[in-house]
């Protein structure tokens, strides 16, 4: 894989880069763009990457994305055996959001399971390729909660299974730095080896 020449590459860290296939490369998408070039039939086989570190000598570090990770929805689930503990755990997590955007946008839910052995729990739901960002974000915010926690895209959909009763909900968003493009332009610039120059 051949990249592009990239002035102040550190800038370029978080961002994606996608690999056509037939030595065509084009670096700098938002993982919401990700999303969008790997829904045509024509993009299918493409491959994806994050910049997770850019050296000073101009050197990125990459790891390969799998693109069941921009499909898969992750989660986080602080379960309590008492309704205050679990309004506790949703109430700090609003704080939270309150002092500093979450790197994604996410939604949680003060929700009641009916016959588990701890009824009653927050559960923080978000696409599955910002879980580590999540985690950071919430280790970075010192939250903890819940008498245990569980996560993963397997819980989540247990989660699901289980019909729980919402008692209080809340939708989160980010506030990103690099604003994604809509899907028509990011299909138009396909042929551009660099997709953004980030500020």
Avoid at 136 to 162: H, K
Wanted: glycine share 8%; aromatic share 12%.
């Amino acid at each position: 894989m051949n990249l592009p020449q990239l002035n102040n590459p550190e800038t370029y860290v978080g961002l994606y880069i996608f690999d056509f296939g037939n030595d065509q490369v084009a670096v700098g998408y938002t993982a919401e763009e990700i999303a969008v070039l790997l829904e045509p039939e024509q993009y299918r086989g493409g491959k994806v990457y994050r910049i997770h570190r850019a050296l000073p000598d101009g050197t990125i570090e990459l790891e390969g994305v799998s693109r069941r990770r921009f499909e898969l929805e992750d989660g986080l689930f602080f379960y309590a055996s008492g309704i205050e503990t679990a309004r506790r755990d949703f109430e700090t997590l609003n704080r939270v959001v309150d002092r500093s955007a979450p790197p994604c946008r996410m939604k949680a839910h003060l929700a009641e399971l009916t016959g588990a052995s701890y009824p009653y729990c927050l559960a923080i739901l978000f696409p599955a390729e910002y879980t580590r960002a999540v985690a950071d974000w919430l280790l970075a915010a010192e939250f903890g909660g819940g008498e245990f926690v569980e996560g993963g895209p397997s819980q989540v959909t247990a989660y699901y299974e289980a019909s729980p009763r919402i008692v209080d909900r809340r939708q989160y968003w980010s506030t990103p730095t690099k604003d994604s493009r809509p899907a028509e332009e990011v299909l138009a610039t396909t042929h551009l080896a660099i997709q953004r120059v980030p500020a």
